[in-house]
């Protein structure tokens, strides 16, 4: 964070020297000595707090492991349901069962002495009609009922745009699905895999792991920097170089771990370094001070102005960086099969459809019904 923030708030001033990745015992031993008076942002651990003394926290990260950039993988995928996910075939299934017994039930207004066996033998032929229609074998069907022509005419809507939809989505199924074969994806993964993980001198991840259950994750990766010596390092860019040749991992936090890679990027032109696709251990990072300071109370105060006023928070987002090509966890250009939610309102069609032909088969109902009174008045009149 930018220093000046905070001493423009506290109204004081300060020199700054440089410690060029010496790690954190050569700063605890230069604010134990009066050298400085506040080390820079470090992660807060129970054996730092043995040594210096931490105001409140400046902000929380996450642990993350920069690894080389894997091999990828390109597949073509075909399969004629993935269009669609289980969801919507069972809708398309469900409205066509229940469409084809509708048209039945409506036809049969126009044949009322079917007998049972010729009522059932006629609904076959329905269920066959409506599910050829998606496949333009289900025949032709006209009716003098408006209400039933209006029906068949909002089913025909829905199998045209469903059948598009589909044609339309099988397409994008068939690009080039591309995903990045991780050496491992969770942190026990990481722990049982033949990678060997660095560590810097003094860093906070050669405390994490150091002082860890040896029956831990972490412990099994402190055995492993153990049993190779080259594992330590002096600094994070032996450690990225170190990472490069593919037989080691860097563990480090999630807001510094873009930054190193975009750094990488920019000298090489190359994503040789990314990100696996997972975080662990949280951590509280702030200034370091001594346990005898008389600065704390008003650093203390300060940090807390600056998180009320947003500066912290607004800082914090500016350090993510631009760049989203390397540090993705995953790469997967693979087309989404197309749910019953995301096609809701072409089902609703239907629902308006069988909506609107039950309106006009009950006027035809009513009309019916009104002309027989009609005529049969008439003939009374006759008679008379």
Same mark, same amino acid.
């Given at each position: 964070?930018?220093? %000046?923030?905070?001493?423009? *708030? ?6 700054? =020297? @440089? ?26 651990? /129970?054996?730092?707090?043995? !040594? ?52 039945? *039930?409506?036809? @049969?207004?126009? $044949?009322?002495?079917? +007998? ?5 033998? %006629? ?70 895999? $033949? ?10 991840? &050669?405390? #994490? ?10 412990? =099994? ?9 080259? +594992? ?6 032996? +450690? ?15 807001? +510094? ?14 994503? !040789? ?11 509280? $990072? ?30 914090? /987002? ?6 989203? =090509?390397?540090?993705?966890? &995953? ?5 989404? /099969? ?11 069609? #239907?629902? *308006? ?25 008439? #003939?009374?009149?006759? #008679?008379?």
């Amino acid at each position: 964070m930018n220093f %000046k923030t905070l001493a423009k *708030y506290m109204n004081f001033t300060y020199s700054t =020297k @440089t410690f060029c990745s010496r790690g954190f015992d050569h700063i605890a031993t230069a604010i134990s000595d009066g050298s400085i008076d506040l080390g820079g942002i470090m992660t807060v651990t /129970s054996h730092r707090r043995e !040594r210096v003394l931490f105001p409140k926290a400046v902000y929380t990260d996450t642990y993350v492991i920069v690894i080389k950039t894997p091999e990828t993988s390109t597949t073509a995928t075909f399969n004629v349901f993935s269009p669609f996910d289980l969801s919507t075939w069972l809708g398309i299934s469900g409205y066509g069962l229940i469409t084809a017994t509708l048209l039945r *039930y409506m036809n @049969t207004k126009a $044949h009322k002495n079917e +007998s049972r066996r010729t009522w059932y033998k %006629k609904l076959g032929l329905f269920y066959n009609y409506i599910f050829g229609t998606f496949v333009n074998q289900g025949g032709t069907y006209s009716s003098p009922s408006t209400a039933i022509r209006v029906f068949i005419s909002c089913w025909w809507t829905f199998v045209i745009v469903m059948v598009g939809t589909y044609s339309g989505t099988l397409v994008s199924h068939l690009s080039v699905q591309t995903t990045i074969e991780y050496p491992f994806t969770s942190l026990e993964d990481a722990a049982n895999s $033949h990678l060997t993980p660095t560590v810097v001198r003094g860093f906070s991840n &050669e405390n #994490l792991l150091q002082y860890a259950d040896p029956d831990s994750n972490y412990g =099994k990766m402190w055995r492993k920097v153990l049993a190779d010596p080259q +594992s330590v390092v002096s600094d994070i860019q032996e +450690s990225i170089d170190l990472t490069l040749t593919g037989k080691y991992f860097t563990p480090m936090h999630a807001v +510094s771990a873009p930054a190193f890679i975009e750094a990488d990027i920019q000298v090489t032109t190359k994503c !040789r370094l990314t990100i696996a696709p997972f975080q662990f251990h949280t951590t509280d $990072h702030s200034w370091a001070m001594s346990n005898t300071s008389k600065y704390f109370r008003a650093i203390n105060t300060g940090i807390q102005i600056l998180i009320e006023t947003g500066h912290l928070q607004k800082w914090m /987002s500016h350090q993510s960086t631009a760049f989203d =090509k390397c540090v993705k966890a &995953e790469v997967n250009l693979e087309s989404a /099969s197309l749910s019953l939610q995301q096609l809701s309102s072409i089902f609703k069609l #239907l629902i *308006y459809g069988c909506a609107i032909a039950t309106a006009v088969l009950i006027g035809e109902k009513f009309s019916t019904i009104l002309r027989e009174k009609i005529t049969r008045h008439r #003939l009374n009149v006759d #008679l008379c």
